[in-house]
C-alpha cells in the first residue's frame, strides 16, 4: 500500500513541476523573443512481483507481474518555434525571421537571444539591454566585410565622416538644336568639388559655329579653364564625330589641388544635335563634398548602411547570427539568454539569410511563442493530474487508517 502512495507523491511532484513551467510560460506571454517550454512525463521504475515464464509442453507461457513506481520529468524541452514579428518602427530593433540567434557578450561571456531590442550608447556601440554588446563584423574603409573573420562589438562612432572626392568627370548629354542660329549659344552648370571638399561651380558653353560645328568654352567660378578640344562637329544624323571627351586645366582653388575634369559628350546619354529645343545639360559628376552620418539603414542580411549628409551611402558593418545543431540543447541564463551546452553543438556562425540562418527584421521585434489556448488546456491537465494523484494518497491513507482500526 506504500507504493500506491509513493507514486501519488511522484505523480504530486511532476504536475507541480508542470505547472511550474505552464505559469512561467503564460508569465512570458508578452517578453519579446521569449521561446516556450514544455514537460514530458516518463514512467519511474517498476518493481517486479514475479517474472515471465516461457510456454512449456504442459502449459502456456505467463507475463511478468509489475508494479510501477510512480512517474518522473524525462525532460524540459525549449520550444524553438517562430513568435510573430510586431513593427516597433525604432530602426535598431531587430528580428530573426527563422532560425539563428544575436550574439551578445559582455566581460568576455557570450550568450544567445532572440529578442533583438537594440540601441546605441554614448560612444557608439550596438548594445542589448543590461550593457551586452552585439557582436557582427565591422567594414574596413572600402566598405567590404570579411564574414570569414572572427565577429567583435560593433562600434560606429557618429562623428564618423566619409571623405571628400575630388571631381574627375563630367557627364554632359542632351539636345544641342540644329535650329540654332551661327553664334547662339547654350550654357550648362554643375557642380564640382576640389580635393579638399569645397563646392566650385563649372560653367561650359557651347557656341554654334556652322551648319553642324560648335565651340566650347569653360569657366570656374568665374576663371577660364583651358579646353584639350574646343572644336565639335555633328553628322548629318546628329551624332558627334569629334572627341567624345574634353579635359578641362588651369584653374587652382585655395588650398586644393589643380583642377583637373574631363567632359565626357558621349556617356549614358550622349550630346547630339537634333531639331527643336535645346536640353544640352550637365547631369552627372563624380566627385562629393565631406559627408558626416546622420542616418542609418540595416538591411535584412544585418548589413549597417550609413547615410551621410552629401548624399553618399557606405557600408559601415554586418550583424552576425549564430545557429546550433540542437537549440533544445541551450542553457536558459535568464533576460531572454541562452547559453551554449554540451549538448546544443558549437555556433555555426556567419551572415543572416546564409546557410540555414534567417534573415533579419529591421524595425520589428519578435514575439514570445507562447500558445495561451495550449496552456490553458495544459493548466487544466496539470491541475487535474495533481488533483487525481491527490486522491490517490488520500485513498491510500483512508485504507491504512482502515487497517490499523482493525480489531481481533
Do not use: C
Not at 503564460?26 to 514537460?39: D, E, F, L, P
Not at 539636345?175 to 560653367?203: C, F, K, M, P, R
Not at 568654352?217 to 574634353?246: K, V
Request: no cysteine; charged share 15%; glycine share 12%.
Amino acid at each position: 500500500m506504500m507504493r500506491s502512495m509513493f507514486a501519488g507523491v511522484s505523480g504530486l511532484r511532476s504536475h507541480q513541476t508542470m505547472m511550474d513551467v505552464v505559469g512561467n510560460n503564460i508569465a512570458n506571454v508578452n517578453t519579446a523573443g521569449y521561446k516556450s517550454a514544455q514537460v514530458t512525463f516518463e514512467e519511474a521504475l517498476a518493481q517486479t512481483l514475479q517474472g515471465p515464464a516461457g510456454a512449456g509442453t504442459a502449459r502456456g507461457g505467463t507475463n511478468p507481474l509489475q508494479i510501477g513506481l510512480g512517474v518522473n520529468v524525462a525532460s524540459i524541452d525549449g520550444v524553438f518555434t517562430q513568435g510573430a514579428i510586431q513593427v516597433t518602427g525604432r530602426p535598431t530593433d531587430l528580428a530573426v525571421s527563422g532560425d539563428g540567434f544575436f550574439m551578445l557578450e559582455q566581460d568576455g561571456a557570450r550568450v544567445y537571444t532572440r529578442s533583438g531590442s537594440f540601441r546605441w550608447d554614448e560612444s557608439g556601440n550596438l548594445v542589448a539591454p543590461g550593457g551586452f554588446l552585439v557582436q557582427g563584423w565591422t567594414a574596413d574603409p572600402s566598405g567590404n566585410i570579411a564574414t570569414q573573420t572572427a565577429v567583435s562589438s560593433i562600434n560606429l562612432p557618429l562623428s564618423q565622416v566619409i571623405d571628400p572626392v575630388e571631381t574627375s568627370e563630367v557627364e554632359i548629354g542632351g539636345n544641342l538644336s540644329s535650329d540654332y542660329q551661327i553664334g547662339d549659344t547654350h550654357t550648362t552648370s554643375i557642380v564640382t568639388y576640389d580635393s579638399i571638399g569645397e563646392a566650385h561651380e563649372l560653367l561650359v558653353e557651347f557656341t554654334k559655329t556652322g551648319a553642324n560645328a560648335w565651340t566650347a568654352a569653360a569657366s570656374m567660378d568665374g576663371n577660364a579653364l583651358t579646353l584639350s578640344s574646343t572644336a565639335m562637329t555633328f553628322d548629318t544624323s546628329g551624332t558627334l564625330t569629334s572627341a567624345g571627351t574634353i579635359s578641362l586645366s588651369g584653374f587652382t582653388p585655395p588650398g586644393a589641388a589643380a583642377i583637373a575634369i574631363d567632359i565626357e559628350l558621349t556617356g549614358s546619354a550622349p550630346l547630339v544635335q537634333f531639331g527643336g529645343s535645346a536640353t544640352a545639360e550637365s547631369f552627372d559628376q563624380d566627385g562629393n563634398a565631406i559627408g558626416f552620418l546622420n542616418n542609418f539603414a540595416i538591411a535584412e542580411n544585418g548589413t549597417i548602411t550609413g547615410q551621410f549628409s552629401n548624399g553618399e551611402t557606405k557600408v559601415l558593418a554586418m550583424i552576425s547570427t549564430a545557429t546550433f545543431n540542437n537549440p533544445s540543447g541551450l542553457i536558459r541564463e535568464g533576460d531572454t539568454h541562452f547559453s551554449s551546452s554540451v549538448n546544443s553543438g558549437e555556433p555555426i556562425v556567419g551572415e543572416p539569410g546564409t546557410g540555414n540562418r534567417g534573415l533579419v527584421a529591421a524595425g520589428a521585434l519578435e514575439m514570445s511563442n507562447v500558445d495561451l489556448a495550449l496552456e490553458f488546456t495544459n493548466l487544466i491537465i496539470a491541475q487535474r493530474g495533481f488533483q487525481a494523484n491527490g486522491r490517490v494518497i488520500t485513498a491510500t491513507d483512508e485504507i491504512l487508517a482502515d487497517l490499523v482500526n482493525l480489531k481481533r
